[in-house]
């Protein structure tokens, strides 16, 4: 049998510079080229700058010591794009202020610096530079794209829209950061036509087709592909898709329930169970089996997540929806390259973001069309998640619920739902709302009845609360004790705390404090934090310490997330009950919940401040609803005293207007 060799990526994806060094070098050309700066093009810049400076070693910019410094180059976070007809100065300044929030340490690929720029001395080392591209589109976490619509429109590039397919390919669409405009927006999708784009070499148009080809099919399918992205600016799901896919290896999957659903009358399949029962990786490997199966079928789906304030947005999930429909029929592309560009990048709201994106093109698709929405309980109102919450759900508080209520239920006969959420939904309400939506023409399903009993029986996952089975073969804290074949909730949340505790002793007092620290800030976000944030909150470093780090936690797109909804839950309750050996003393309470209730005000008031962009407004709006006045915040300031330098209290927060300034 033979060995299959692992082939290390080229040298150039390692030729990133930091951002550091990239403002370094921004200074090093401002006092070269004095008032020149602000409009030389990129494209001068090298022949002025780079193949002059180069020219004694003949060797790439990053690898000389004197402009940039060993340690600042290495494996880039993000790949630039760019037309090197637009000016520098707007490269240089859009990508700062892009990754503003970004530590000085995080890497760049730009291609003046990183390729070997002597084509005609060195042509086979630009080569292989250039055709590198492609690995560290790959080897980065996104594409930052720099538009300089008054200079160039970089989709007449060939070279551009390669590298925007590669990152799309590689990353989903949502790796693809477009530094631009609503307008020039507009303008690039109505220009993106892939064979008419320019390239300098005929030999890199000819590659560049090809692997269009390779990836598409065909140049037609590639420019539709493309043009929807960058119009409707969808949601990505493939990280969680594919954490979906590793940890189902093994499962034999049992469809016939769904077959006959789909064979039958009724327009809704309803999947409700518990936490961590395998309802998002059921949608997951149903999506998958229905492509492979029924080709005919127009599948699209929406993974809620209610740690993800962009995928409980009502636009953004049409949206999302909109753009895997259109990848799918050319009826209802067809209908939506019929619509103005400029109108559907203005869509705001929701009811008509659906009359337009969905209804209208829906009405001219013939095929069956089937539509999965998954964990529709994690769309609940976000304050049900705080410890002692004892309320009741306001009403319309689900805004996917509402939208499938409202608006998708009023879609053709041909249109189907497949519905997976918690039973205790909607204050246990759910099973019964969904039957008065859809009269009565519901089909419930449990996922046990989706899953092989005989693979069950003698496979690895096991059966029950199936979150079990993935914490106690990744968490090494719990070795092969804690493997059972049969697991409930209540084992779930022994597992954790095993964890937590084990993973926590081996710290020392002074990390220990980190990681709660670090806690405190992820259950109060409430959604993803970035690790730009937690590095600026001087948390960072305690990521890799934190008990289950790369399985209950991990990072994917520079954002942290929790391995599932169940784990957050039990860190609430158990961070509030008395004596609780697992966290011991972590910082909550009062505190927590002012933290959770500030970046919840902030986060609503930021996209109130998108849907309508009038400062006034803004901030009238903003005052009203900030939650310093709160009981929390009172009770939390009354235990927090500021102090002067030798110690002695100045003054005590109270519930007047001067505290809150």
């Known amino acids: 049998m033979g060995t299959t060799v692992e082939i290390p990526p080229p040298a150039t994806v390692f030729k990133g510079l930091s951002l550091a060094a990239l403002h370094g070098l921004g200074e090093t050309l401002r006092v070269q080229f004095g008032e020149r700066w ?171 087709l090809q692997r269009v080809r390779e990836h598409h099919g065909d140049a037609t399918t590639f420019n539709h592909m493309l043009k929807t992205s960058l119009l409707l600016a969808p949601l990505s799901y493939r990280a969680d898709q594919r954490r979906h896919r590793q940890r189902s290896e093994g ?87 019929a619509l103005d560009p400029a109108h559907v990048t203005a869509l705001v709201d929701p009811e008509r973001a659906f009359r337009d994106l969905l209804q209208a093109p829906l009405g001219h698709v013939r095929e069956p069309v089937l539509i999965l929405l998954d964990a529709l309980d994690e769309a609940d109102p976000p304050e049900q998640y705080l410890p002692g919450f004892r309320g009741n759900v306001k009403a319309c508080g689900n805004k996917t619920l509402q939208l499938l209520t ?32 859809f009269a009565d023409s519901v089909t419930l399903l449990r996922p046990e009845a989706l899953r092989s009993e005989a693979a069950a029986e003698h496979g690895a996952q096991g059966t029950g609360v199936l979150v079990y089975h993935t914490v106690a073969k990744e968490c090494a804290p719990l070795g092969d004790s804690w493997k059972k074949h049969h697991a409930d909730l209540r084992d779930v949340y022994s597992a954790y705390r095993r964890v937590f505790a084990s993973t926590l002793a081996e710290l020392s007092a002074e990390d220990r404090g980190g990681v709660l ?72 309470s009062a505190h927590s919940e002012v933290s959770y209730d500030m970046f919840r005000w902030l986060r609503l008031a930021m996209h109130e401040l998108e849907r309508n962009p009038c400062l006034e407004h803004f901030s009238a709006t903003a005052w009203a609803t900030s939650p310093l006045g709160s009981a929390p915040y009172m009770k939390a300031a009354k235990h927090t005293a500021r102090r002067g330098p030798d110690g002695t209290q100045l003054a005590t927060a109270s519930n007047d207007n001067t505290a809150r300034v």
């Not at 477009?178 to 999708?189: A, C, G, T």
């Not at 499962?251 to 309803?270: C, F, I, K, Q």
């Not at 053709?412 to 969904?434: H, K, W, Y």
Request: include cysteine; aromatic fraction near 8%.
């Open 38 to 208: 602000s409009t030389m093009t990129t494209e001068e810049v090298v022949k002025e700058f780079v193949v002059p400076r180069t020219e004694a070693t003949r060797c790439r910019l990053v690898d000389m010591s004197e402009y940039v410094a060993a340690e600042a180059v290495g494996r880039p976070s993000y790949f630039i794009s760019h037309a090197w007809k637009g000016a520098f100065a707007t490269l240089f300044n859009r990508v700062l202020e892009f990754l503003a929030s970004a530590s000085d340490e995080t890497r760049v690929w730009v291609d003046i610096f990183a390729v070997n720029q002597h084509r005609e001395a060195l042509h086979q080392q630009n080569r292989q530079d250039v055709m590198a591209f492609k690995d560290v589109v790959e080897h980065c976490v996104g594409t930052i794209v720099v538009v300089d619509m008054a200079r160039m429109n970089p989709a007449t590039r060939a070279w551009c829209v390669y590298e925007w397919d590669a990152t799309i390919w590689h990353h989903s669409s949502e790796g693809l950061q477009m530094l631009m405009s609503e307008e020039d927006r507009v303008e690039i999708v109505g220009s993106i036509d892939i064979e008419e784009a320019q390239c300098y070499h005929p030999v890199d148009k000819a590659m560049i």
């Open 406 to 437: 409202r608006q998708l239920v009023q879609l053709g006969a041909n249109v189907r739902f497949v519905i997976t959420t918690r039973p205790d939904a909607v204050c246990s309400q759910i099973e019964p709302l969904l039957g008065r939506v």
């Open 251 to 337: 499962t034999s999957w049992e469809w016939g329930a769904v077959e006959a659903w789909l064979d039958g009358p009724r327009r809704a399949l309803g999947v409700l169970a518990g936490a961590g029962t395998g309802k998002s990786t059921i949608c997951t490997m149903l999506m998958d089996h229905l492509a492979a199966e029924r080709p005919r079928l127009v599948v699209a789906g929406h993974f809620l997540k209610y740690s993800d304030q962009r995928r409980l947005d009502p636009v953004l999930i049409i949206r999302s929806l909109a753009h895997q429909l259109a990848s799918r029929s050319a009826a209802f592309r067809e209908r939506l390259f």
């Open 517 to 588: 620290e670090l806690l405190e800030a992820l259950l109060a976000a409430q959604e993803p934090l970035a690790e730009s944030s937690l590095q600026r909150m001087g948390l960072a470093g305690a990521l890799p310490r934190l008990p289950g780090w790369g399985c209950l936690f991990y990072v994917a797109e520079h954002h942290v997330y929790l391995l599932h909804k169940s784990l957050s839950d039990w860190l609430l309750q158990e961070s509030e009950a008395e004596g609780a050996a697992a966290l011991g003393s972590i910082p909550q």
